[in-house]
């Protein structure tokens, strides 16, 4: 499985992309593992609490997982999995 990552996120797990071999069946599942592999990523992901960061998005093949079964969405090693740290701008 594939899994993309942009801006911010890309200096901790060292480049634009990461090949997860046997990945598990769900988005959680994913960030978890994700979390323990890549040092730093986990506190750009999560809040103190342990929930996705509120303004951290999450795609599973070109959809947002907020609009799908959040975390639990599911996934198979075909999914392409997208993550944006938050995006800050002004006028």
Do not use: W
Not at 47 to 70: N, Q, S, Y
Request: hydrophobic fraction near 40%.
């Amino acid at each position: 499985m594939q899994i993309r990552f942009y801006a911010t996120l890309r200096p901790l797990v060292g480049g634009r992309s990461v090949d997860l071999i046997d990945p598990p069946d769900t988005v959680s599942g994913i960030l978890e593992r994700l979390a323990s592999e890549y040092e730093g990523l986990h506190d750009q992901l999560f809040d103190e609490d342990g929930t996705v960061r509120r303004f951290v998005a999450i795609m599973v093949d070109g959809r947002d997982i907020r609009h799908i079964d959040g975390l639990e969405s599911r996934v198979s090693p075909e999914s392409e999995l997208d993550i944006f740290p938050p995006v800050a701008g002004g006028a």
